[in-house]
C-alpha cells in the first residue's frame, strides 16, 4: 500500500500541482486567491488554510477511514439491546460523515476531508476513484443496518466460546507435550481434539450468520492507493486544462521538466502548448508586407485564369 503521510501526501500535491503553483507565481489572476498556499503561508479563499495543515488533515481523515475495519468489533461491544442499537447508530453517522467528506466539494471552500477548495480544481483526475469509495462505503452501510439484535448477540457468544476453545487446545495440547506418563498425555490429547471438534461445528455455525463476515470485503486501503497514485501521475501540468497566459515577447513551457527552473520566463521549448503556432513568430512580416502579399496573390489568380481559358 502507498504511505500516506501527511509528509508523502504534502509532496505528491506539490508534485502534482506544479503547473498551479508556476500560474500563480507568475501572476495570473485565476490564482491569486492561492495567495500563500504554496509558500508555507494560507489561501485567500474563505477558510485560510495552510498545504500542511491540508495534509496533515487528509492523512488523519484517511486513518480514521481505515478504522473501520474494525467495526465487526465496534458493533459487537455492547451488553444489552440499547447499547447494541446505540453502537450501530454511531457507525452509520460514522460512515455517512467518511461519506460526505470523500465528496471532491464539501462546502463552498473546501474539498475532500475538509482541505482547501484548490484541491477542487483537479476534479476530473477524482471523481471516479472517489465514487468507487464511496460505493464501497455505501454497502458496508446497508451491511451494518440489516445486522439485528438477537443475530449480533448470538455471533458475540460464538466469538466468546471460540476463543474458549482455542485456550483449551493451546493448553491441552502443551500439556501433552510436557507429560511423561503415556496414559496422562493420551487424555490431555483426547480433550484437545474433542475441543477441536467442538470448534469446527462453531466456525460451521459462524459461517451461516451474515455479521461474522461484516467489514470483511472492505478495503479501505486500496482505494486511498488508488487515490494516491492519481495523485502522483494524473496531475502532470500536460493534463491541466490551464494554459500560461501567452507573452508576445516570451514563450512559457510549463511542462518542461529537464531539471531546469520551471519558472524560468525566456524558455522557448513551447511546442506542447496547446496554443502554440508555427506561424506566430512571423506576425512582424506579415503586418509590414501584407499589400504585397495580397498583390501577389491577385496576380496569380489572374495568370491561372487566363491559362485555363477555352481556345
Avoid at 115 to 124: A, G, L, P
Avoid at 234 to 241: E, N, V
Amino acid at each position: 500500500m502507498t504511505q500516506y503521510t501527511w509528509q508523502a501526501i504534502k509532496q505528491k500535491f506539490e508534485n502534482a500541482a506544479y503547473s498551479r503553483k508556476s500560474e500563480k507565481k507568475r501572476g495570473n489572476a485565476k490564482y491569486v486567491g492561492d495567495a500563500g498556499y504554496w509558500d508555507g503561508g494560507r489561501c485567500e479563499y474563505g477558510a485560510h488554510h495552510n498545504l500542511q495543515e491540508d495534509c496533515e488533515k487528509l492523512a488523519s481523515f484517511f486513518a480514521e477511514i481505515t478504522e473501520l475495519k474494525n467495526l465487526q468489533k465496534e458493533l459487537l461491544t455492547f451488553n444489552n439491546q440499547k447499547e447494541f442499537e446505540t453502537n450501530k447508530q454511531k457507525l452509520l453517522t460514522k460512515i455517512d460523515s467518511y461519506n460526505n467528506g470523500l465528496k471532491m466539494k464539501t462546502s463552498n471552500n473546501t474539498s475532500i476531508g475538509g482541505v482547501c477548495i484548490i484541491w477542487n480544481d483537479f476534479k476530473e483526475h477524482f471523481d471516479t476513484q472517489l465514487n468507487n469509495f464511496r460505493k464501497d462505503l455505501e454497502l458496508l452501510k446497508s451491511n451494518v443496518e440489516r445486522v439485528a439484535y438477537n443475530e449480533a448477540k448470538e455471533l458475540k457468544k460464538l466469538l466468546s466460546d471460540e476463543r474458549k476453545l482455542q485456550n483449551e487446545i493451546t493448553e491441552n495440547e502443551r500439556k501433552a507435550r510436557n507429560e511423561n506418563d503415556e496414559n496422562k498425555k493420551k487424555q490431555f490429547i483426547f480433550l484437545a481434539n474433542n475441543a477441536k471438534d467442538k470448534w469446527k461445528k462453531l466456525l460451521a455455525r459462524k459461517k451461516e450468520i451474515k455479521t461474522s463476515s461484516l467489514g470483511d470485503e472492505f478495503n479501505p486501503d486500496q482505494h486511498i492507493d488508488i487515490f494516491l497514485q492519481a495523485l502522483e501521475k494524473k496531475l502532470t501540468p500536460r493534463d491541466r486544462a490551464i494554459r500560461t497566459p501567452r507573452n508576445p515577447q516570451t514563450t512559457t513551457n510549463p511542462n518542461n521538466f529537464t531539471g531546469n527552473n520551471a519558472d524560468n520566463e525566456n524558455s522557448t521549448n513551447d511546442e506542447n502548448d496547446g496554443d502554440y503556432s508555427p506561424l506566430s513568430n512571423n506576425e512582424p512580416f506579415f503586418k509590414e508586407y501584407w499589400k504585397e502579399l495580397l498583390l501577389a496573390g491577385f496576380f496569380s489568380i489572374g495568370v491561372y485564369y487566363i491559362y485555363n481559358q477555352p481556345e
